[in-house]
């Protein structure tokens, strides 16, 4: 079993950066692929970013697309979210999640961390 814990995510000025990392506890990090979801007020929870066990394959949401980057480092258990040029229409919780897909679709996601909090101000 792996636990998730998200982290790095906070308020920022339109235009600004932040960096979310999910640590993962547990000795089969490195078999799961692991995505960023996100879950505006209101709103149903959605895709943002994947990444495979290997890390050699990534896939975005149009609306990450050149302006988000997901990587991971097995050796620290860790997959983080290089958030750039954040806009308000990207406040949401931030949620990692493990699968054994590297897929798009939340249900295909077996673990899930708690969410961290992202708010981008204009």
Known sequence: QVLLVESGGGLVQAGGSLRLSCAASGRTFSAY?????????????????????????TYYADSAKGRFIIS????????????????PEDT?????????????????YD?????TQVTVSS
């Open 33 to 57: 692929a692991m995505g960023w979801f996100r879950q505006a007020p209101g709103k149903e929870r959605e895709f943002v970013a994947t990444i495979s066990y290997s890390g050699s394959r």
């Open 72 to 87: 991971r480092d097995n050796a620290k258990n860790t997959v983080y979210l290089q958030m750039n040029s954040l806009k």
């Open 92 to 108: 949401a919780v931030y949620y990692c999640a493990a699968s054994r897909f590297t897929d798009q679709v939340p249900s295909r």
């Open 111 to 115: 673990l899930w961390g708690q969410g």
